[in-house]
């Protein structure tokens, strides 16, 4: 399967961006996506996953209540609408997919199969 991650740009502290991860390939139908990011020297860091079966959510303690994390079967694409956004949200943002990882570890990116490309978010303050 090959992700495709779009919706990165430059905001402004308190505003808001929509992340796209598109997966093509083969059609997700169990398993999880997630999105992870990574700010320059410091270590990829979970955000959100949903699981394909059951729409489970989850979040990091930092992004709760601002992040939601949702998704589109009919056009096997998950999206990340960023609110409130700071300026230690600033990083890279990939997503990532794995059939077959189980709900403890969803936050563990080292169990994802499969990565998009990334994409830059930059929050000035």
């Known amino acids: 399967v090959q992700l495709q991650a779009s919706g990165g740009g430059l905001v402004q502290a308190g505003g808001s961006l929509r992340l796209s991860c598109a997966a093509s390939?083969?059609?997700?139908?169990?398993?999880?996506l997630a999105w992870f990011r990574q700010a320059p020297e410091k270590e990829r860091e979970f955000v959100a996953a949903i699981r394909w079966r059951g729409y489970t959510t989850y979040y990091a303690d930092s992004v709760k209540g601002r992040f939601t994390i949702s998704r589109d079967n009919a056009k096997n694409t998950v999206y990340l609408q960023m609110n409130s956004l700071k300026p230690e949200d600033t990083a890279v943002y990939y997503c990532?997919?794995?059939?077959?990882?189980?709900?403890?570890?969803?936050?563990?990116?080292?169990?994802?199969?499969?990565w998009g490309q990334g994409t830059q978010v930059t929050v000035s303050s």
């Open positions: 990532a997919a794995d059939y077959r990882i189980i709900a403890s570890s969803v936050q563990d990116g080292s169990q994802y199969d499969y």
């Open positions: 390939g083969r059609t997700l139908s169990s398993g999880a």
